[in-house]
């Protein structure tokens, strides 16, 4: 098990940045993989951008080149740079990893960070 515990969310102008913090419960050297996830009023949840254990990084096209996503072992903890925000960047952003076993993936959330972006 792994409880994931997000900060950083808040209300910004667009044009604006914040940094998202994912802090895990214990060691993240060993997840197969880390990101975020977000999800709008009325939408799906969509992946917004993910590291594996590797250090391969992919992202959504619609923040590649404005959201960096980070991951310091020795803190536990994932990061997201978000900068030149827009207001279609508003959601509610959930930190996640992913756990395989064999053949089996296990998949763990944390509550969300609520990003509200003004125009």
Do not use: H
């Not at 060993?30 to 990101?35: F, V």
């Not at 959201?67 to 207001?87: E, G």
């Amino acid at each position: 098990q792994v409880q994931l515990v997000e900060s950083g969310g808040g209300l910004v102008q667009a044009g604006g940045s914040l940094r998202l913090s994912c802090a895990a419960s214990r060691s993240i050297s060993g997840l197969n993989a880390m990101g975020w996830y977000r999800q709008a009023p009325g939408k799906q949840r969509e992946l917004v951008a993910a590291i594996t254990s590797g250090g391969s990084i992919n992202y959504a096209d619609s923040v590649e080149g404005r959201f960096t996503i980070s991951r310091d072992n020795a803190k536990n903890t994932v990061y997201l740079q978000m900068n030149s925000l827009k207001p279609e960047d508003t959601a509610v952003y959930y930190c996640y990893c992913r756990e395989s076993y064999s053949t089996e993936n296990f998949f763990y959330w944390g509550q969300g960070t609520q990003v509200t972006v003004s125009s």
